[in-house]
C-alpha cells in the first residue's frame, strides 16, 4: 500500500464526521488548538490540495476541513 507523506496530516486535519466518530465539539477544540496565522496556513494546504488535479481523490476531504480552518 503506497501512503502519501502527507496523508496522516490530511486525517488529522480534516477529520470524518459523526459517523465516524467525531462531534462537532470536538472539531472546534482541534481548531481552537492553533492561532489565526496557523489557521491561515492550514486553510491555504488545504485548499492547494483542493485545487490540485494530480490529487483530485483528496478534494472531498480537503473540502470538508475548510469549513473548519
Request: charged content about 30%.
Amino acid at each position: 500500500m503506497k501512503v502519501c507523506f502527507w496523508e496522516f496530516t490530511m486525517y488529522f486535519l480534516c477529520p470524518g464526521n459523526e459517523e465516524e466518530g467525531w462531534h462537532d465539539k470536538a472539531l472546534a477544540e482541534l481548531v481552537s488548538l492553533f492561532d489565526a496565522d496557523q489557521r491561515a496556513i492550514i486553510r491555504e494546504f488545504l485548499r492547494s490540495i483542493a485545487e490540485n488535479v494530480a490529487l483530485r481523490s483528496w478534494r472531498s476531504c480537503a473540502e470538508h476541513g475548510l469549513k473548519w480552518w
